[in-house]
Nanobody, 122 residues
């Protein structure tokens, strides 16, 4: 499975961006897909995950970010609204054929795309 993330860029605080992650290869087996992010000097952290059974968000993005999935296009999206400077990070999409255990830990995901940089200025 190959994952290709896109859509990063620069935005002022309060603005919006939409990230995309297109999956190719054995995509039918990718039950869980999600987003992580890594700020400069920080560890990679969970943002959100989506599956057939639902969606999970990190507390830091609840109410501002929305993840969605286009099954026909094998693509997930991350709509990011009300962006804050602390959202600045490289965003990575990830996938796993079963429920990652734990869901919010990057080590639990087998497949990763290259990151896309999001910069939010104050």
């Amino acid at each position: 499975v190959q994952l290709q993330a896109s859509g990063g860029g620069w935005v002022q605080a309060g603005g919006s961006l939409r990230l995309s992650c297109a999956a190719s290869g054995r995509t039918s087996s990718m039950y869980y897909m999600g987003w992580f992010r890594q700020a400069p000097g920080e560890e990679r952290e969970f943002v959100t995950a989506i599956s057939w059974s639902g969606v999970t968000y990190a507390d830091s993005v609840k109410g501002r970010f929305t993840v969605s999935r286009d099954i026909a296009k094998n693509t997930i999206y991350l709509q990011m609204n009300s962006l804050k400077p602390e959202d600045t990070a490289v965003y990575y999409c990830a996938a796993h054929p079963t429920r990652p255990r734990p869901l919010t830990t990057d080590d639990a995901y087998d497949y990763w795309g290259r990151g896309t940089l999001v910069t939010v200025s104050s």
